[in-house]
Every structure is written in C-alpha cells, then in structure tokens.
C-alpha cells in the first residue's frame, strides 16, 4: 500500500483547484486523488475516495450546514479554517 497522502479538493472556482494541485504536486508524499466543483459532488467523492484530508471551499454551492457535519463521515476527520 501507498505512503501517500491522498487529497480531495473542493471549490467551486476552478482556477483555484488548479493552483492548489500545481502547488500539492511539488511534494511527492501528497496525491490529489479527485476534485470537485460543489458540496455534493464533495460529499461524495470523499465517501468514495476515503481521503486523508479533503480541502473545502466552505462557501460553495450546494454545502450546507448540516452537510459540513456529513464530511466526518466520510473517513476524514474535519477541521475548520477561515
């Protein structure tokens, strides 16, 4: 099995998912694994994927408060920053 720490990226700007995989590309241990563009496509690749962290765009389309809660769920422990 891979030491890699495997990303998911959300945000609904996609020129902001490019910049954050050409700078996570810089450090081999990390993968991004998938992107998405609201909070339900997030939601569900994280249930997918099962990544180690997963970068939100807490304001994006379709994230709603009681969804934020859901991300636990999906094998990624959740921390905030703003």
Do not use: T, W
Not at 42 to 55: D, F, H
Not at 59 to 66: D, G, I, Q, R
């Amino acid at each position: 099995m891979s030491d890699d720490i495997r990303i998911v990226i959300a945000d609904d700007h996609p020129i902001v998912r490019r910049g954050l995989v050409q700078v996570i590309q810089n450090y081999p241990a990390l993968k991004v694994i998938a992107e998405a563009d609201d909070g339900e496509d997030a939601l569900a690749r994280i249930e997918e994927m099962k990544p180690r962290i997963a970068v939100l765009d807490v304001n994006m389309p379709k994230l709603v408060s009681a969804s934020r809660g859901r991300f636990k769920s999906g094998g990624c422990r959740s921390r905030s920053s703003f």
